[in-house]
Antibody
Framework: QVQLVQSGAEVKKPGTSIKVSCTTSGYSFSSSDINWVRQAPGQGLEWVGWMKPSGITGYAQSLQDRVTMTRDASSGTAYLELRSLKSEDTAIYYC????????????WGQGTLVIVSS | SYELTQPPSVSVSPGQTATITCSGDKLGDKYSCWYQQKPGQSPVPVIYRDSRRPSGIPERFSGSNSGNTATLTISETQAVDEADYYCQVWDNSAVIFGGGTKLTVL
């Protein structure tokens, strides 16, 4: 079955960086987009960006100066790096697989809690 | 930038029909989808391409999209359907989420 397993929770200080991983299995990693979505405590979903199998990326305008998405096809793992962390980056970060049946996300990781605090 | 508007909350009695709307400019020209999120869990798609149900989603979930409004309808609502619901579209290669609607079954 399709699975997306994310790295564990992290606590970071403002101004530092974080790299979250999303290890996939159960499908062809090279045939689907990976998207990242975040959710601040008690808030709604916010799209962070996407990465196509080709490596082409698209980022939310509000984050594009601080975010980088990469992938390692050999291990089926996608990565999200966010730099110059701010307290407002505190959120659960989800990776999500793009569906081949329509422009939606059919499988999601369990989420990674990132806390930014001094 | 494109925006989607959802009511913050909707209440429904068990067995009744719940209707959750999502509004955006010419939304009917885009494919909409809906996610259900329960506390402490990751979102789960319940409707995609406006009206299609993923496998495993009960038939009581249905969707439509026309004009400026997409609608998620839950027939014969059950207590297990209590959750947050988010609509989502793509616009100019970016993903847009609605603000979410908390569905209360009481």
């Amino acid at each position: 079955q399709v699975q997306l397993v994310q790295s564990g929770a992290e606590v970071k200080k403002p101004g530092t960086s974080i790299k979250v991983s999303c290890t996939t299995s159960g499908y062809s990693f090279s045939s689907s987009d990976i998207n990242w979505v975040r959710q601040a405590p008690g808030q709604g979903l916010e799209w962070v960006g996407w990465m196509k199998p080709s490596g082409i990326t698209g980022y939310a305008q509000s984050l594009q100066d601080r975010v980088t998405m990469t992938r390692d096809a050999s291990s089926g793992t996608a990565y999200l790096e966010l730099r110059s962390l701010k307290s407002e980056d505190t959120a659960i970060y989800y990776c999500a697989k793009g569906s081949d049946r329509g422009p939606h996300f059919d499988y999601w990781g369990q989420g990674t809690l990132v806390i930014v605090s001094s | 930038s494109y925006e989607l508007t959802q009511p913050p909350s909707v209440s429904v009695s068990p067995g009744q029909t719940a209707t959750i709307t999502c509004s955006g400019d010419k939304l009917g020209d885009k494919y909409s989808c809906w996610y259900q999120q329960k506390p402490g869990q990751s979102p789960v798609p319940v409707i995609y391409r406006d009206s299609r149900r993923p496998s495993g989603i009960p038939e009581r979930f249905s969707g439509s999209n026309s004009g400026n409004t997409a609608t998620l309808t839950i027939s014969e609502t059950q207590a297990v359907d209590e959750a947050d619901y988010y609509c989502q579209v793509w616009d100019n290669s970016a993903v847009i989420f609605g603000g979410g609607t908390k569905l209360t079954v009481l």
